[in-house]
């Protein structure tokens, strides 16, 4: 059976010589037969909301709040059909916000291709900045004793909001999309370490397709919604980065309305757990590291029976990476036990302790291998299989197990998340 596994930008051909293989994609939704004529339509006939146009007064001014270069929105054509809408609006009253999160800052060259040449000249961008204290402004507190909520001062101090984000499963906010631009994407780093805090992040219903009574997601509605939102627009994205589905108007109609879409159409029943799990990390921008790659592993971790074997196929051109305290975590401890021992003492703080705790709760259940551009040792360091020769890895591997046992692969990784029924 031959797979293309969604890798880099080029993908990657995994050849099963098997017959127990079960694929799981999501089901396929064609691309819009013409986006701009349906971006149109959804922005005049909005969720909830008058059509932006009505909204926008040509001397507002406008913050527009976009995903990083780890998401695979597409800013680009987004924004060019906006500003064609908004064409009454100067385009000095207009500042683009990247919302990174604790993300690092996005670079020239990656902001000219996540917007095109002509916006990224044409316009003003800004990265956020979450430890910047004189680009932040407080807006109001977080619960009990955990200080202020503060937000982007670009964003604060606009006239007029807009949201612009992608719909898909998410590992631990149910789904992306609606007021996860603002909360934690453009939230100052306390905030945002407040979100992540182990007890929630470890919290049962803090996981994919669930919006009800997640910790995560209440989080991010009751801080996003901090300050109004005057317009959205998520979409939803097939393989091929065609839009699907546009969804406009009013931030939490919206965010049900898509989440319910790709519930339905992203979510897939299995009847048994699988002692083998072949996943991608969806491919780029998904896949440039292994922070982000936790995603995937996470996706396969649904349906790996206790103790099996995950492999991950992720470019990870971009390492685990350099920046940020991940790396630190995963290489501190001696056991994926010993680190969710001490993330959960009370007290513990630390950025990326979220992405390390979830990690650690995969390896807790399966064992995990990964085929990518990351060097063996440094894998093996953080108890990671390191792949070097996938088919002979999984000849191995597969060899090892008999051929009459059953093999689940995701080749679209974490944008198809599979459930047991």
């Known amino acids: 059976m031959l797979i293309n596994m969604q890798y880099g930008q080029d993908g990657l051909n995994l050849d099963l010589p098997r017959d127990n293989v079960t694929v799981i994609r999501p089901q396929h939704v064609p691309g819009l037969e013409d986006e701009q004529k349906s971006f149109i339509a959804s922005v005049n006939a909005p969720i909830q909301t008058p059509p932006l146009v009505d909204l926008i007064q040509a001397d507002d001014r406008i913050a527009v709040v976009i995903a990083d270069i780890?998401?695979?929105?597409?800013?680009?054509?987004?924004?060019?059909?906006?500003?064609?809408?908004?064409?009454?609006?100067?385009?000095?009253?207009?500042?683009?916000?990247?919302?990174?999160g604790s993300h690092r800052a996005c670079t020239v060259a990656e902001i000219e291709s996540m917007v095109g040449i002509e916006v990224a000249r044409g316009y003003r961008i800004i990265n956020h900045n979450s430890f910047d204290d004189d680009a932040l402004e407080v807006v109001g507190h977080l619960d009990g004793e955990h200080g202020d909520l503060k937000i982007n001062r670009e964003y604060v101090r606009a006239d007029k909001r807009i949201l612009l984000g992608f719909i898909e499963p998410h590992f631990m906010a149910g789904f992306s999309g609606g007021y996860k631009a603002v909360f934690p994407g453009i939230a100052g780093i306390e905030a945002i370490m407040y979100y992540h805090r182990a007890e929630v992040i470890g919290h049962p219903r803090s996981t994919w397709?669930?919006?009800?009574?997640?910790?995560?997601?209440?989080?991010?509605?009751?801080?996003?919604?901090?300050?109004?939102?005057?317009?959205?627009i998520n979409v939803t994205m097939n393989r091929?980065?065609?839009?699907?589905?546009?969804?406009?108007?009013?931030?939490?109609a919206v965010h049900e309305q898509g989440c319910a879409f790709v519930k339905e159409t992203a979510m897939v029943s299995c009847e048994r757990p699988f002692p083998i799990v072949i996943t991608s990390n969806s491919g780029h921008p998904l896949d440039q590291n292994l922070y982000q790659t936790v995603?995937?592993?996470?996706?396969?971790?649904?349906?790996?029976?206790?103790?099996?074997?995950?492999?991950?196929?992720?470019?990870?051109?971009?390492?685990?990476?350099?920046?940020?305290?991940?790396?630190?975590?995963?290489?501190?401890?001696?056991?994926?036990?010993?680190?969710?021992?001490?993330?959960?003492?009370?007290g513990f703080h630390m950025m990326d302790q979220w992405q390390a705790q979830k990690l650690a709760q995969v390896q807790i259940k399966a064992s995990v291998a990964l085929y990518s551009e990351i060097v063996a040792e440094e894998l093996m360091g953080v108890q990671i299989e390191p792949v070097v020769d996938l088919d002979t890895f999984l000849e191995h591997k597969l060899g090892a197990l008999g051929p009459e046992v059953p093999v689940a692969?995701?080749?679209?990784?974490?944008?198809?998340?599979?459930?047991l029924s």
């Open 240 to 252: 091929k980065h065609e839009i699907t589905r546009i969804f406009c108007g009013n931030t939490f």
């Open 209 to 232: 397709g669930v919006l009800e009574d997640n910790p995560t997601q209440t989080q991010i509605r009751e801080y996003g919604s901090m300050l109004p939102v005057d317009f959205c």
């Open 409 to 419: 692969v995701l080749p679209e990784g974490p944008m198809s998340i599979p459930y």
């Open 70 to 100: 780890t998401r695979p929105l597409p800013s680009e054509r987004l924004l060019t059909w906006l500003f064609s809408e908004l064409r009454h609006v100067p385009r000095e009253n207009f500042t683009i916000i990247i919302g990174t």
């Open 295 to 346: 995603k995937g592993m996470c996706a396969a971790a649904e349906i790996i029976s206790s103790g099996g074997l995950i492999v991950t196929c992720a470019r990870c051109n971009d390492g685990f990476p350099d920046h940020g305290n991940f790396t630190d975590l995963l290489r501190e401890y001696q056991s994926p036990q010993a680190l969710l021992d001490a993330i959960t003492v009370p």
